[in-house]
């Protein structure tokens, strides 16, 4: 009997401490670490597969195709093979199908987000730290073929990006941030001049005196039928960054959902109110913001700085027709603020994932194609083509870049002065950028953010009562439909829940498994204790 406690004590413990390693980032699958071989074994041949995105850019293209071609001329051993996607989204969902084949890519530009779901699956993404630093093959490695940056000159915002529990499981490869493109023209029309830093209420203001009309139905600063004064493409990043600036909730660090509190109820109050007046709309309720902005049917279009080439009077990425081209000036501007004297934006942008195989050799040659696409090469090449920064200082900081930044105007193709002032933006406010906090559903949360803002907008459109009563039945099917099951409101509550409903289900999970143990020692014990009790009575009977 006793062997059977033992045992079962053992297992339960196991277990316990196996939840507890399930559980380091948040519900991902621990990954094992990736031993480097001690060489790069260049008489073999690789074949390996690169998933990267591109917005039917065909200068996009062909930097990656130059890219793998200088690649494969300085490493002739290992053949590149590149698939292009329109999206992220469907990268991810190929990925996560991928992953229950064991057929994943090897080389992918994903976001953290969606890493730390393909992280659930065991052994599924490399993690990066040890080959950061290796001295043969880590950045700026010795045995490396190219002119590797350091870990040291990539921007540390950037990477910090990367890092996922206590390890980073990837690069970052571009980033952007949120810019507000303006109608300088139509909002010095209406008798505003723009101030130096953006506010939500100037914003609201000057959109909200763009919704008058003439006599004849068209509206006064246009003379079109169709005015839309504020369009916003990303509402996840909207809620996200107007709850950062507010100081409030969104998610921790311990992947406890907060975007449901007073806060989140007073923004979704404001949208509400604008977008009943017509002064404001979204990408998915109204279409490209750059599409109305071009046309004189918008004043503030906030996209991302990547977006930029698409932004303006003599944007080289044009979606209109000439004929429904509207001249005016463009003014290119952080996002608006609560409090301007400290700007707060969101970074964002790509990143590089490698996955696991079972030959080393083929990981390795993996990280070195990935450690490729952070060379000034590749980093200065791509960064031109749209509003995008480097992410490393090496490039950043390089000669030929300055001249980059330097030659603002000169066109209206690689010079766009809107696509540089969109870079310049971002390069003069990284301090003042911030990430969310990285976990196994903080995609789903991030979608969630946005559909708030999407719901209140469409149903003040179909005129519907937005009060009390909705916001709640709001908050309740937002849960629902994006499986958030630890969502906190007022006071700490969770939506009906008790305490322990609160944790997350692999937190109830270890606890009860914690609680089995101590149940089992105790009862082990005891039992051990009323053996020996037994044993003396019998002793002291004989």
Not at 63 to 87: C, G, H, K, S
Not at 309 to 320: F, V, Y
Request: glycine share 6%; hydrophobic share 40%; with cysteine.
């Amino acid at each position: 009997m006793t062997k059977i406690w033992k045992r079962a004590c053992s297992l339960l413990l196991c277990g316990a401490m196996g939840m507890f390693a399930l559980t380091g980032c948040h519900g991902a699958v621990a990954q094992e670490q990736f031993e480097i071989p001690e060489t790069f074994d260049t008489s073999r041949q690789y074949e390996i597969t690169f998933w990267a995105k591109n917005d039917t850019n065909i200068t996009q293209t062909k930097i990656y195709e130059q890219a793998i071609a200088d690649f494969e001329t300085l490493y002739p051993n290992i053949t590149v093979n590149l698939r292009l996607y329109t999206d992220y989204s469907r990268i991810y969902n190929d990925v996560i199908t991928n992953i229950a084949t064991n057929t994943t890519p090897n080389v992918c530009i994903t976001y953290p987000d969606h890493i730390a779901t393909y992280l659930t699956g065991r052994n599924s993404v490399v993690p990066l730290d040890e080959l950061f630093a290796d001295e043969k093959y880590g950045l700026g490695g010795s045995e490396v073929r190219f002119d590797s940056p350091k870990t040291s000159e990539i921007i540390p915002q950037f990477l910090a990006e990367c890092l996922i529990g206590e390890q980073h499981y990837a690069i970052p490869y571009m980033r952007s941030t949120e810019a507000c493109y303006i109608n300088k023209t139509y909002v010095e029309a209406l008798g505003y001049t723009l101030p130096d830093a953006l506010t939500w209420d100037f914003v609201w203001e000057v959109s909200e005196a763009a919704t008058a009309k003439n006599a004849d139905g068209t509206f006064k600063v246009n003379g079109q039928n169709v005015m839309i004064p504020f369009i916003y493409k990303s509402t996840d990043n909207m809620m996200i960054q107007m709850l950062r600036q507010r100081g409030a909730g969104y998610s921790n660090d311990n992947a406890e959902v907060e975007l449901f509190n007073d806060t989140t109820e007073e923004l979704l109050y404001t949208v509400a109110e604008h977008a009943g007046s017509g002064a404001f709309s979204t990408f998915k309720i109204s279409s490209y913001p750059a599409n109305f902005l071009n046309a004189g049917q918008c004043i503030f279009a906030i996209d991302s700085t990547a977006g930029a080439t698409w932004m303006g009077s003599n944007a080289p990425l044009l979606d209109i027709s000439e004929d429904k081209l509207v001249q005016f000036e463009t003014a290119v501007m952080p996002i608006p603020q609560f409090d301007p004297e400290n700007p707060v934006m969101i970074s964002q942008g790509p990143s590089v994932c490698i996955f696991n195989k079972e030959d080393p050799q083929e990981v390795l040659a993996s990280w070195l194609f990935a450690q490729y696409l952070l060379t000034n090469q590749v980093q200065i090449a791509y960064a031109g083509t749209e509003g995008y920064v480097p992410v490393t200082s090496k490039a950043q900081e390089s000669p030929e870049y300055q001249d980059y930044l330097s030659r603002s105007g000169e066109d209206n193709n690689t010079y766009y002065d809107i696509k540089i002032q969109a870079t310049k933006l971002l390069l003069e406010h990284t301090d003042n950028t911030f990430v969310t906090p990285v976990f196994n559903g903080s995609a789903s949360l991030r979608e969630a953010a946005g559909h708030l803002i999407e719901s209140v907008t469409n149903s003040v459109r179909r005129k519907q009562t937005v009060d009390d009563a909705y916001m709640e039945k709001l908050y309740r099917d937002t849960t629902s439909l994006y499986h958030l099951d630890q969502l906190r409101g007022p006071g700490d509550t969770v939506l009906g829940k008790d305490a322990l409903g609160a944790l997350p289900a692999t937190s109830v999970v270890l606890l009860s498994a914690l609680a089995g143990v101590w149940i089992l020692i105790i009862i082990y014990v005891s039992f051990d204790v009323m053996k020996k009790k037994k044993t003396i009575n019998k002793s002291v009977t004989h």
